[in-house]
């Protein structure tokens, strides 16, 4: 089935998506207060890194490990297990919002993830959005 969005992506999709935003990005450590900040991305250094994309390249693809279904109103994460959101659970930014921080204290979420899961939701179900960082 083409819309199924419990199926994994392949191996071949997450590394041709990372392959992608690792040639739109470079990692710079963060100084200051912000290196404080919790964040699972810090890769072992215990500081939290930002991920600087070049403006004038095309946006990053979206990550294949998050699969939506309009048709069947279903948001599926395939991180460390599979992860389903009910759509119809997400109808503003302010439940977008809600959502952003329950899945921000799972232990399997970062911020590059959590970005990446907000912006396919939004755009699933046309909220405005904006990510800083």
């Not at 199924?4 to 071949?12: V, Y």
């Not at 991305?41 to 294949?64: E, V």
């Not at 991180?79 to 759509?87: G, N, T």
């Amino acid at each position: 089935m083409k819309d199924d969005p419990t199926k994994p992506p392949t191996k071949e999709e997450i590394a041709v998506y990372e392959r992608a935003v690792e040639a739109l990005s470079t990692e710079l450590p963060l100084e200051g207060p912000l290196a404080a900040l919790p964040c699972r991305s810090c890769k072992g250094t215990g500081r939290a890194t930002a991920w600087i994309l070049n403006l004038n390249a095309p946006t990053p693809p979206p990550d294949p490990r998050i699969k939506i279904s309009t048709k069947r109103g279903l948001c599926v994460l395939h991180f460390a297990q599979p992860y389903e959101i009910d759509l119809d659970r997400v109808n503003n930014e302010t439940e977008l919002l809600s959502w952003a921080y329950h899945l921000a204290g799972k232990p399997w979420m970062d911020c590059s993830r959590l970005k990446h899961v907000i912006r396919a939701i939004a755009e699933a179900k046309g909220l405005k959005y904006r990510i800083a960082c």
